[in-house]
């Protein structure tokens, strides 16, 4: 893989690159998950039905997010 140097980039051409990059990651998350479920689908036959999940996945959250989820105040029972 080449390497690219982040700091000489404009911030289009950043956005971009994390654009593509979103692009790509989804496109191999959705193709892993097809594989799964396949292999879920063949692993059913030998045994009790395999539950299969109809929420999408949840994008965990940042580690930015969290700080500032716990530094919130919280109402105190008196």
């Known amino acids: 893989m080449a390497m690219i140097d ?3 980039l404009s ?3 950043l956005a971009s690159l994390r654009e593509h990059a979103s692009d790509k990651l989804f496109e ?3 193709a892993r998950r ?3 479920e396949a292999e879920l689908d063949r692993l059913a036959q030998y045994g ?3 539950k299969k999940s109809d929420a999408a996945p949840v994008a965990k ?3 930015s997010d969290e700080v500032k ?3 919130e105040p919280v109402a105190r029972a008196a």
């Open 11 to 13: 911030i289009e051409e």
């Open 34 to 36: 097809a594989e799964l």
């Open 69 to 71: 989820e716990t530094k």
């Open 61 to 63: 959250a940042k580690k």
């Open 6 to 8: 982040l700091d000489s």
């Open 48 to 50: 009790k039905p395999v």
């Open 28 to 30: 191999k998350v959705a």
